[in-house]
């Protein structure tokens, strides 16, 4: 890492509606906007921040190449982030961007010369990553007036009407979806798979997660309590789960779902229908579909707008977001006001019993000082992994490293 990269201000860290994921013990961190002077701000999208969740310390990367706008939605499939619509300083795109992250050096690449047709541009929605394929869901956005006469109006909610011009297409109808989208990494195809079952209203802002062979979808709609749907994306069917309003979560948007089992959703945070910032955590049991409240750690810590990622030992690895999310309300509308609560910090949700070694590591990593110079006995490979967790429990700033 040169100097200029090394210089890159840890202040830029915090942030919220960004994408993140973790591979080989590594948090990598893209995208999503901060607020200064009252203002949002989209953070660069031609840097990335990686994060060794052993130690606790960041790193910055540099990606060259035609940068993509910091959009809503990025997915990792095959060492690459592929980035697809989100919003531009002009408006909304539906434009496609990918950077192998295997290589030394990263550079986007815009994905050109696509078979099928390519969805409306949008941003707010969601992606499952199933079989080398990025399948797309929900979302707002613009479409021409014939797409909207061509379209169910179940699949399509006009919210608002006004011209705008992407490309050379003139758009008109603004509003929700709820369609399902793929696109196939290894053939740079496009697809619109046609679906069956008791699909979810249109929406954004929802929280989606992969198990197996089903997609779940939930919330980011306004409804009391917090819904749940799947689809089998083997036979495009979409099921309701009947779940009584008095036993579900209340009703959320701007929060995440993850797959901590075979058949176990984790739900962290989000913002309420009636616009709190949220601090609960909860799991869902796909085969007996019921709600079950968790003991929550960090209730010090509510979130919006965060991402919550899988890591070793069934972690939940929680980065980001805002830990308040306020609105300014008058007699006609409500707006939200920008928060300037980025948080960077990251925590963890532990969903299974450590293994003897994970416990090992942990306490020792809190308390080296009472084992003094016999860590320096220990294996080189083992010493490493220590030295590592003690840097992580002793540290409570970011770190960039070289």
């Not at 009252?38 to 606790?56: A, F, N, R």
């Not at 089903?214 to 306004?222: A, D, H, L, T």
């Not at 309701?240 to 979560?249: L, M």
């Not at 010493?383 to 960039?400: E, G, M, Y």
Request: hydrophobic share 35%; with cysteine.
């Amino acid at each position: 890492m040169d100097a200029a990269e090394r210089s890159a201000p840890v202040s830029r860290l915090g942030r919220s509606s960004h994408t993140a994921f973790i591979e080989d013990r590594t948090l990598y961190v893209w995208g999503g906007y901060q607020v200064a002077g009252g203002e949002e701000l989209m953070l660069p999208s031609d840097e990335i921040w990686l994060c060794d969740l052993d130690s606790g310390t960041w790193e910055w990367k540099k990606i060259t190449g035609d940068t993509p706008p910091a959009g809503f939605c990025g997915s990792h499939v095959n060492r690459a982030l592929y980035v697809f619509a989100g919003c531009e300083p002009v408006g909304y795109t539906n434009e496609m961007f990918s950077v192998d992250l295997s290589e030394q050096s990263y550079s986007w690449k815009k994905v050109t010369d696509t078979k099928g047709t390519t969805p409306s541009p949008r941003n707010k929605h969601s992606c499952w990553v199933h079989r080398d394929r990025l399948i797309f869901f929900g979302g707002y956005g613009c479409k021409t007036i014939g797409e909207v006469r061509n379209a169910s109006t179940s699949n399509f909610v006009v919210e608002d009407m006004s011209w705008t011009t992407i490309g050379n297409a003139l758009f008109r109808c603004w509003g929700w979806n709820n369609e399902v989208s793929v696109f196939d990494t290894l053939t740079a195809t496009w697809s619109t798979p046609e679906t069956q079952g008791s699909a979810p209203a249109p929406r954004g802002c929802h929280a989606s997660a992969l198990l197996g062979n089903k997609g779940y979808i939930s919330g980011g709609v306004e409804k009391t309590e917090l819904d749940m749907f799947c689809l089998d994306l083997k036979t495009w069917t979409w099921t309701q789960f009947d779940i009584s309003p008095s036993c579900a979560p209340l009703g959320r948007s701007m929060f995440t779902m993850t797959p901590t089992s075979d058949h176990t959703l984790f739900v962290y945070g989000g913002l309420s229908t009636d616009g709190k910032t949220l601090n609960d955590a909860w799991q869902f049991n796909t085969q007996t579909r019921e709600w079950n409240k968790m003991v929550n750690p960090h209730k010090d810590k509510p979130r919006v707008c965060h991402t919550a990622c899988l890591g070793s030992d069934d972690d939940v690895v929680v980065f980001g977001g805002s830990n308040e999310m306020r609105f300014l309300m008058d007699s006609v509308v409500i707006l939200r006001a920008p928060s300037e609560n980025h948080c960077r910090d990251v925590f963890v949700f532990q969903t299974q019993p450590y293994s003897l070694f994970r416990m090992c590591e942990d306490f020792i990593g809190r308390n080296s000082e009472l084992f003094g110079k016999q860590l320096n006995c220990l294996p080189s490979k083992v010493h490493k992994k220590i030295n590592k967790r003690v840097a992580f429990f002793s540290d409570t700033k970011p770190v960039l490293t070289a």
